[in-house]
């Protein structure tokens, strides 16, 4: 899909990924409505994207946001998202279900709202998931809600021909999600990557409608081995993490 000229919905927008895919989509000509929970910086990025700031909080609800749409969008990036790190049987059920809405409910609400629109547009829609969708140790909610979005991508994607989906598995990525999710990344290897590389995936993935995009590439190998032998999967993550 081309996006000049074109209405482009971003969750997320305030910070990391969905701020730099905000500016990269503004560069390549698209009108935005940007959303996020932090006035402030969402009217940073509106003002250097001129975009329409719609400030709303997505798990306690879609409407807010869906009420302040100008028009029917054409893209739909769904990007807003909070980890939770640490053993399952510690998280509260209050973080749970915070994860489950924000993470696997709103950006099902919000397609199922935006899909006839979507489709009169032949538009196109982004699911920000993650390369945990594949399962990872002391992630196990914010995992499964990654699952979840990949699958619920896969089914749309077969029902509505007419729009184009795009699924992205992140690796790790220098943003400030570590912080919020209450764990810095420890690890040596893989670095985190920049926010700007992972736009820059993510606006290739819109153009040539790209079904999934696995940012960095190699980490395509783990959804692989995932898919052929989830038990050599399972082995190796305990081993490696
Ligand atoms: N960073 C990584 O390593 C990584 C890897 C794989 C996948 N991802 C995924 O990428 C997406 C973007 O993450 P990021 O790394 O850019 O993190 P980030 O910098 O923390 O950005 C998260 C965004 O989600 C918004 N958000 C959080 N809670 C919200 C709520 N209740 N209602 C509405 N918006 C809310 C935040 O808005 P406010 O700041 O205004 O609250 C912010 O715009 C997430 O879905 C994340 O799961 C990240």
Same mark, same amino acid.
């Given at each position: 899909?081309?996006? *000049?000229?074109?209405l *482009?919905?971003? =969750?997320?927008?305030?910070? !990391?990924?969905?701020? &730099?895919?905000?500016?990269?989509?503004?560069?390549?000509?698209? /009108?935005?409505?940007?959303?996020? /929970?932090?006035? #402030?910086r969402?009217?940073?990025?509106?003002? +250097?994207?001129?975009?329409?700031?719609?400030?709303?909080?997505? *798990?306690a609800?879609v409407?807010t946001l869906?009420d302040?749409l100008? &028009?029917?969008?054409?893209?739909?990036?769904?990007?807003?998202?909070?980890?939770?790190?640490?053993?399952?049987e #510690?998280?509260s059920?209050? /973080?749970?279900?915070?994860?489950?809405d924000?993470?696997?409910?709103?950006?099902?609400?919000?397609? +199922?709202?935006?899909?006839?629109?979507? %489709?009169?547009?032949?538009g196109h829609?982004?699911?920000?998931a993650?390369?945990?969708?594949?399962?990872?140790?002391?992630e196990?909610?914010?995992?499964?809600?990654k699952?979840?979005?990949?699958?619920?991508?896969?089914a749309?994607?077969?029902?509505?021909?007419?729009?184009?989906?795009?699924?992205?598995?992140p690796?790790?990525?220098? =943003?400030?999600?570590?912080?919020?999710?209450?764990?810095?990344?420890d690890?040596r290897?893989?670095?985190?990557? %920049? *926010?700007d /590389?992972?736009?820059?995936?993510?606006? %290739? !993935?819109?153009?040539?409608?790209?079904?999934?995009?696995v940012?960095?590439?190699?980490?395509?190998?783990?959804?692989?081995?995932h898919? &052929?032998?989830p038990?050599?999967?399972? %082995? &190796?993550?305990r081993?490696f993490?």
């Open positions: 899909m081309r996006v *000049a000229d074109r *482009a919905l971003v =969750t997320g927008a305030s910070s !990391g990924i969905g701020a &730099a895919l905000a500016l990269r989509l503004a560069g390549d000509g698209a /009108r935005l409505v940007l959303t996020g /929970r932090d006035p #402030e969402l009217q940073q990025v509106a003002e +250097r994207t001129g975009a329409k700031a719609v400030v709303a909080d997505l *798990a609800g409407d869906l302040a100008p &028009a029917r969008p054409a893209l739909v990036v769904h990007c807003a998202g909070v980890g939770a790190a640490g053993p399952l #510690e998280l059920p209050a /973080r749970v279900d915070e994860l489950l924000l993470n696997l409910r709103a950006p099902v609400q919000l397609t +199922r709202a935006l899909l006839p629109g979507l %489709r009169a547009e032949r829609l982004v699911f920000v993650s390369i945990a969708a594949l399962g990872v140790a002391g196990a909610v914010y995992s499964a809600t699952a979840g979005l990949r699958g619920f991508a896969d749309v994607r077969i029902e509505a021909p007419e729009v184009g989906v795009t699924t992205v598995l690796g790790a990525v220098d =943003t400030p999600y570590f912080g919020r999710r209450g764990r810095a990344y690890r290897f893989p670095r985190p990557i %920049r *926010a /590389r992972v736009a820059e995936e993510i606006a %290739r !993935g819109i153009r040539r409608g790209s079904v999934e995009v940012v960095p590439r190699w980490l395509a190998l783990g959804a692989k081995v898919g &052929a032998a038990a050599l999967f399972a %082995r &190796a993550s081993r993490g």
